[in-house]
């Protein structure tokens, strides 16, 4: 088959080739998603924008009927609708009202004031890693799980049984993706009635009693799915943004020198490791409305359209030297965290856990280094990009 498959994300043993093949073939092609359904793949960067921006594309999946993405992903209906109904999977006026629900409880100020406890939680991780050992299961995993949990109010006896649900969620095995999905619904509807009767100074709590001057709440499914959403991607991105980050700077002796001698640079240096290995590989899927011309390609209505982050993030109509890392790029409007109305709520949070961890690690480790050949280093199979382990000596 000569169209490209998304469903090679799965199975590359380079990612980056492969998204770079991608890229090559054009702006806009037509190609397969992971249960070989046709779809539209749009890699270019001024597409990807328009994709993600223009009110012709939607995000409603009842506005197609070609990709059945719940049964793809192994999501039984009884709890689908539950992880499909995330913020990205609406259009406005829902998604108006749901963000603006949601945002009032997770602002900016709120992730500020978390900054001392990150740190503190980055310190108290950091004395558990003296001598070495794998980055990813002893700090960047275990960092922005405290964080999300802190901030969403889930208790600490809690947390280990709900990461065995999340990490089912990408399983290969849907039998175990079935399985994680009701787990994670059940719990999280249980603990939302907990809130009800006993709320505390924490995001569920706020979410649980958030109302507009009209009256407006988010009904019980919304607030489901929400919090899901939340704990799940608060925790999956940011694992991968620190984790693939310091792997970055151990493989690139250059650049580990150069952020050393200059660590006001680290702001700048998490949003070009966004661009250039962010977890986050392809969008939500959208589709057309209307005929819509993209990339020199018209797409009929009702069509599914995956951007592809990843390769719309090497565009070197758009990025100079794409395939460089440049620590302090000034000229960076990746598209790591979306794009348009869609643009991750969790943005901020994820920068600061990032930034927080990136300077401490370089404060208390000089000697960091990998303790392996970085050959041996590989990404775990799956639709996200994922490093299988990160070990090293301090």
């Known amino acids: 088959m000569n169209e490209p498959e998304i469903i090679g994300l799965l199975t590359a043993a380079d990612r980056d080739a492969f998204l770079s093949g991608l890229g090559a073939k054009g702006p806009v092609t037509l ?11 749009v890699t270019g960067y001024q597409e990807s924008v328009t994709a993600l921006t223009d009110p012709r594309f939607s995000s409603d999946l009842a506005r197609q009927s070609k990709v059945d993405v719940a049964a793809a992903a192994g999501l039984p209906a009884d709890v689908a609708p539950y992880l499909m109904s995330t913020l990205g999977a609406y259009d406005p006026p829902d998604h108006t009202r749901l963000r603006r629900l949601v945002s009032r409880a997770f602002t900016p100020r709120r992730v500020e004031l978390l ?6 939680i980055v310190d108290t991780l950091l004395d558990g890693l003296g001598g070495g050992g794998d980055l990813i299961e002893g700090f ?20 280990d049984t709900w990461r065995a649900w999340a990490a089912d969620l990408s399983a290969p095995d849907l039998t175990r993706v ?28 706020a979410l649980v009693r958030v109302q507009e001057d009209d009256g407006d709440r988010l009904g019980e499914k919304e607030l489901i799915a929400m919090a899901i959403s939340i704990l799940v991607a608060g925790h999956e991105t940011t694992v991968g943004l620190v984790s693939q980050s310091v792997w970055l700077l151990l493989t690139h002796p250059g650049l580990m020198r150069e952020l050393r001698a200059d660590p006001g640079l680290i702001p700048s240096a998490v949003e070009e490791f966004l661009r250039y290995t962010g977890p986050a590989e392809i969008a939500v899927m ?9 990339g020199g390609v018209t797409l009929p209505e009702g069509e599914a359209v995956q951007v592809v982050y990843a390769a719309a993030n090497r565009d070197p109509r758009r990025f100079d030297g794409p395939d460089l890392i440049e620590l302090g790029r000034a000229d960076n409007a990746h ?6 109305i869609h643009y991750c709520l969790g943005a901020a949070l994820a920068r ?28 775990q199979p799956g639709m996200k990009r994922a490093l299988s382990a990160l070990p090293v000596r301090t």
Do not use: N
């Open 178 to 205: 079935a399985s994680g999905a009701r787990g994670l619904v059940g719990y999280m509807a249980g603990l939302i009635a907990d809130k009800r009767t006993s709320a505390g100074d924490d995001l569920l709590s």
């Open 335 to 340: 598209l790591g965290f979306g794009h348009g």
């Open 352 to 379: 600061a856990e990032a930034q927080i961890a990136l300077r401490s690690l370089l404060d208390r480790f000089p000697g960091l280094a990998l303790a392996v050949p970085a050959a041996e280093i590989t990404w």
């Open 31 to 41: 190609g397969r998603y992971v249960d070989g359904t046709a779809i539209w793949l």
């Open 115 to 120: 900054r001392p406890r990150i740190q503190e």
């Open 286 to 294: 959208r589709y057309t409305r209307e005929p819509v011309e993209l």
């Open 140 to 159: 960047a995993y275990p960092l922005p799980i405290q964080v999300i949990c802190e901030l969403l109010g889930v208790p600490d006896d809690d947390r």
